[in-house]
């Protein structure tokens, strides 16, 4: 496991990475014998601020739970788009939704209870983006911005770390070549 925190968040722009790393995490902290039981799959998509509250009620009703037949439980809010600066986000009903969670991260999770929260975007001025930092394990996945002079050089990086880990290589104008063909897509 990566840390010693029971609280672990995916934010970012890079939708393939934040999915893929919470993804290994949640491998991780629920073994494969225990996927029935072990693992509480919450869908973190709000259509609007009524929708979000009742999701974050979920969690927190998910994370209250202890674990059927013992063992270690992990909840992952997955896709969460509330947390984002938007209408959604915005609304009085999520704020206190938030608001609620934030509280119950705050207390603490029972021994053996886990959290992963993904999603593309959370607001950095909020209150909840700095105590889940505080309380738990933030990673931020952001694309590179092509508006951006050299977000090139970064791109070819990635990808040739990325190709080293695979077992391979690319010669400068193969990786040149190839970031110009999949952009900030990494």
């Known amino acids: ?10 934010f970012g722009t890079d939708e393939a990475l934040v999915k893929e790393e919470a993804l290994k995490l949640s491998r991780q902290l ?4 225990n996927q029935d039981f072990g693992l509480d799959l ?13 999701i974050v009620s979920d969690t927190i009703a998910a994370l209250q739970t202890l674990p059927f037949l013992g063992g270690d439980k992990t909840v992952w809010l997955q896709g969460a788009n509330f947390f984002a600066d938007s209408v959604t986000g915005r609304a009085q009903a999520t704020v206190a ?22 999603g593309m975007g959370i607001d950095k001025r909020r209150s909840f ?28 990086s990635l990808a040739d770390e990325r190709a080293g880990n695979l077992g391979f290589g690319f010669g400068q104008d193969a990786l040149e070549h190839f970031v110009m063909l999949t952009g900030e897509n990494t």
């Open 129 to 156: 983006y700095k105590k889940l930092g505080k309380v738990g394990k933030l990673n931020t996945f952001d694309l590179p911005d092509p508006s951006r002079p050299g977000w090139e050089q970064e791109v070819m």
């Open 97 to 118: 939704a938030i608001d609620r969670l934030a509280d119950v991260l705050e207390a603490g999770l029972a021994p053996g209870v886990y959290l992963i929260i993904s």
């Open 42 to 54: 919450i869908n973190g998509t709000a259509e609007t601020a009524d929708h979000a509250s009742s």
């Open 30 to 33: 629920t073994p494969e014998d």
């Open 1 to 10: 496991m990566a840390a010693k925190s029971q609280i672990f968040a995916f």
